[in-house]
């Protein structure tokens, strides 16, 4: 079967299985993940409160947890939901926004890693900060750097936690211990419009929670936000209207503008 194939295929089983994604995310997205994962089929429940995480993760096809705007209670939280996830055998997905920029979240972050997420999506910027925890500078939630030079961070990563990494920007790069991809996809207009890093990771909980194999699954994921990214900066004259229109995108893709603009390649 060919690539296009393939990774089509599992944006068809997140429509037929419409997993249940549970979010321990940030206050700035949790409203365009949300609507994100509600538009490729799935369903996503954002659920922090620590009397009821376990119960929700138990529930859940996948859990995703985002530090975007981390606090001390919250921190906990996410620490229980990744313990969960872990003892349930069930894929957890981390996104490590700010990485570097303060202690809190390196520290947090190092304590999460315990729990051995399945996959790790982060800018390039936060890649790098994770595998060098402290010898790295980065500007808050956005990257200094491009993804090619997180690929060694990456790969660190991968082979220190056993993990799956997805470094997104202009060239999106998902690496295990033995594959790379790389999907030249997307529009520079996305960098304009927040969360769409950690829409990236939500869609990749979605991925995760249904298929089989679970770097395809990023892949197919990663794929899908670059290409309706695209089609949708086309028709957009600025941010606002490219947030409205990629949702729209994500929801009414076919599968010939998803084979017709795919630009993978596997190393
Ligand atoms: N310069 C770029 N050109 C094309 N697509 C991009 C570019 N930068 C980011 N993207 C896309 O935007 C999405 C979010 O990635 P990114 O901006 O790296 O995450 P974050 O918001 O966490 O920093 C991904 O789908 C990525 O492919
Ligand atoms: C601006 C900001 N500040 C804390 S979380 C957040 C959103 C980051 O979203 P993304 O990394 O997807 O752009
Ligand atoms: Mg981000």
């Known amino acids: 079967m ?10 068809q089983l997140v429509k037929q299985k419409s997993p249940l994604v549970h979010n321990i995310t940030n206050f700035v997205v949790m409203n365009n993940t949300a609507n994100a994962l509600l538009a490729v089929g799935a369903s996503p429940v954002m659920a922090h409160a620590r009397s009821e995480i376990r119960e929700m993760a138990h529930i859940a096809h996948s859990v995703v947890i985002n530090i975007g705007t981390l606090d001390e209670y919250w921190a906990e939280s996410m620490l229980i939901a990744a313990e969960a996830a872990h003892t349930m055998q069930k894929p957890w997905v981390l996104d490590p926004v700010g990485a570097g920029a303060t202690s809190f979240r390196d520290q947090t972050l190092q304590r999460l890693l315990q729990y051995r997420p399945a996959v790790i999506r982060g800018n390039a910027s936060e890649i790098i ?14 990257s200094t750097a491009q993804s090619n030079e997180a690929i060694d ?14 470094i997104s920007g202009e060239t999106d790069i ?5 594959d790379q991809f790389f999907i030249r996809n997307g529009h520079p207009l996305m960098t ?3 969360g769409l890093g950690c829409s990236a990771t939500a869609l990749i909980g979605a991925f995760t929670g249904v298929a089989e194999d679970k770097t395809l699954a990023v892949a197919s994921a990663m ?13 957009s004259p600025g941010p606002g209207s490219l947030q409205m229109l990629l949702i729209d995108k994500l ?5 010939e503008e998803f084979t017709a603009h795919l630009k993978i390649e596997q190393k």
């Open 223 to 235: 794929s899908l936000l670059g290409i309706a990214g695209e089609l949708a900066a086309k028709e």
């Open 251 to 255: 929801y009414n893709i076919t599968e």
């Open 129 to 142: 900060a994770l595998a060098n925890i402290n010898t790295t500078v980065t500007k808050g939630v956005d």
């Open 153 to 166: 961070a990456g790969q660190i990563l991968a082979g220190r936690y056993n993990t799956i990494v997805c």
């Open 2 to 11: 060919t690539m296009e194939k393939t990774l089509w295929q599992q944006v």
């Open 174 to 178: 998902i690496l295990n211990s033995k």
């Open 192 to 194: 304009k419009v927040t």
